[in-house]
């Protein structure tokens, strides 16, 4: 379904995933029954407590399902799902498994009910659960192994850190052994650490230690993201970067009122900034990490020009010379705004190599369409008007 109106199209926007203006419907996902094993509760990054039921593997969909997802502590009382019943799953978006319900008339005459953890599975830590979340969550931070590891994975990704040769496997191993404690333990790493680990030979431990100080020289955007913070992603990191001019000082010192009146910020997403900040354990780490030398230019207040400052680009299709993840980087560096969506607002669409729908829409909005090399020459600081 779609909005119809180009005006209101534009006035609705985007997200980072999808247009606000349009969804779509799927076919109904498909169901099987089978029976439950067991219930685990996982850690999340955020300490969010999940509990996960272990199946008799059934093919759902054309894949094996093994394990299905109970949301939530809530969930799990709701649907009364006990070790032993019988279960109806499918893949929500035909891509995660869940239970659906309990089927009754094949409930066995004992089940066990499903014990929910009073503390943190992993660390042991107090958990909380704040009246208006339905989720419980482990309180105990970095302190919790669970979420180093997950934070972690998160730091190092390729929209954070983008650090390569850092798999979940070998961050395991560092976490599980003591090594690495928090992100900022990254940064000590030696190749000697390394070679003690398995899979690890000489120059694979040297790439990762060449792509750990690379990392150093970075964009304010992704060290945002990195850190994890709750609801803020890569779109708000970059609202964020953009509106500090690169300055973590005026960001680390800017008290809610003020985060919140940001456009694309608002209160929800400024309390959880403010309560990251507060944590002791957070400033600690952000020091480590400051102080390891991760840097980013400081945009204007240096006095670095930004040329495409107020305009607006979409990219789509594929670029030879550079990623589009490169490309959106760039262009921010240089000032401008990268949407995931065309509306009337759009500068210009940025098209490469076998683009989607989206160059369809820039031509019938009469936006801009460039190619690759003129990309090329606004990442050199030529003028839009002379592109």
């Known amino acids: 379904y779609k909005v119809n109106v ?9 997200s980072a995933r999808a247009p606000r203006w349009a969804i779509a419907h799927k076919f109904p996902a498909e169901i099987a029954m089978t029976q439950v094993l067991s219930v685990d509760f996982q850690v999340g990054r955020t300490g969010a407590i999940t509990p996960v039921a272990r199946l008799v593997p059934v093919s759902v969909g054309g894949v ?38 309990v089927v009754q008339a094949l409930r066995p005459d004992i089940t066990a009910y499903v014990k929910v953890p009073q503390n943190c599975p992993v660390c042991g830590g107090p958990v909380i659960h704040v009246a ?16 180093i590891e997950a934070c972690l994975v998160h730091f190092v990704s390729r ?8 798999g979940v496997k070998l961050l395991e191993q560092l976490v599980a052994s003591g090594v690495l404690k928090t992100p900022a333990d990254l940064y000590a790493l030696t190749v000697e650490q390394l070679l003690r680990y398995d899979r690890m030979g000489l120059r694979s431990a040297e790439h ?34 953009d509106h500090f001019k690169g300055s973590w000082p005026a960001f680390e010192s800017c008290n809610v009122e003020d985060l919140a009146a940001i456009s694309g910020v608002g209160p929800v997403i400024a309390t959880s900034i403010a309560a990251f900040f507060e944590h002791p354990g957070h400033q600690a780490t952000l020091s480590a990490l ?12 240096e006095g670095v020009a930004l040329p495409l400052k107020g305009l607006r680009f979409v990219l789509t ?19 401008a705004s990268v949407s995931a969506a065309v509306s009337v607002q759009t500068t210009a669409v940025i098209a490469g190599d076998a683009p989607g729908s989206k160059l369809d ?18 990442l050199a600081k030529v003028p839009f008007s002379e592109v």
């Open 6 to 14: 180009l005006e209101d199209q534009g006035r609705l926007g985007a």
């Open 64 to 101: 094996v399902v093994r394990n299905a997802t109970l949301h939530n502590v809530d969930e799990l009382a709701r649907k009364d799902v006990r070790v032993g019943d019988t279960v109806s799953v499918r893949r929500a978006g035909d891509v995660i498994p869940e239970v659906i319900e």
């Open 132 to 147: 208006d979340e339905v989720v419980r969550r482990c309180v105990n931070g970095l302190a919790c192994a669970a979420q």
């Open 159 to 166: 929209s954070a850190m983008n650090i390569q040769g850092l």
């Open 208 to 241: 990762v230690i060449q792509a750990i100080a690379a990392s150093k020289q970075t964009q304010m955007a992704r060290f945002i993201y990195a850190l994890g913070i709750r609801h803020v992603g890569v779109t708000t990191a970059g609202v964020l970067a």
């Open 290 to 301: 400051l102080a390891a030398g991760i840097t980013w230019p400081q945009g204007e207040l």
């Open 317 to 335: 299709g594929r670029f030879e010379a550079l990623s589009r993840v490169q490309a959106r980087e760039q262009l921010a560096a240089l000032g």
């Open 361 to 378: 829409t820039a031509k019938t909005l009469n936006v801009p369409v460039l190619n690759e090399a003129q990309l090329l020459k606004l």
